[in-house]
C-alpha cells in the first residue's frame, strides 16, 4: 500500500533525488524553461512554485530559507528581483508543462517546463 507514500521516487536515492531538483530548479530559474522527462517535471512543478511564492513575500527570511534550495546567488538574485514581480498579483499556477512526445534514444515521456509570461490584457 502506497498510503502518505506522496512524491515520484525517480529512481533515485533521497539525497540524489533532492539534488536533481536543486539543479533543475536552479536551471528553470536561470533560463526560464527546460526540456526533461515528464515524471521530472511533474515533479519539479511544486518544488518551483513553493519557491517562487517565497520570493513573492521579499523578505530576508524568504531568501535565505530560498537560499537553502537555490545555492546560486545570481539565480537567486533574478528569482527574486526578475521573476518574483513578474508573477506578484497572480494567485498561482507559476508554470506550464508541455508534452513533446518520446525521446528517441530510450523511448522517455519528454516535456517542456517553463514559467508562464505575464499577461496584461
Known amino acids: 500500500m502506497r498510503h502518505r507514500k506522496k512524491g515520484r521516487n525517480l529512481s533515485r536515492s533521497t539525497s540524489h533525488r533532492k539534488a536533481t531538483l536543486r539543479n533543475m530548479a536552479t ?20 518544488y518551483a512554485e513553493r519557491l517562487i511564492t517565497l520570493a513573492r513575500r521579499g523578505d530576508v527570511h524568504a531568501r535565505r530559507l530560498a537560499a537553502r534550495r537555490i ?15 513578474r508573477f506578484q498579483d497572480r494567485p498561482g499556477g507559476y508554470t506550464r508543462i508541455l508534452k513533446l512526445g518520446n525521446r528517441k534514444g530510450d523511448a522517455a515521456d519528454m516535456a517542456l517546463i517553463e514559467l508562464v509570461e505575464r499577461t496584461d490584457s
Open 71 to 85: 545555492q546560486d546567488r545570481t539565480v537567486l538574485g533574478k528569482l527574486f528581483d526578475d521573476i518574483a514581480p
Open 27 to 46: 536551471n528553470l530559474f536561470r533560463h526560464e524553461r527546460i526540456e526533461t522527462t515528464t515524471a521530472k517535471a511533474k515533479e519539479l512543478r511544486p
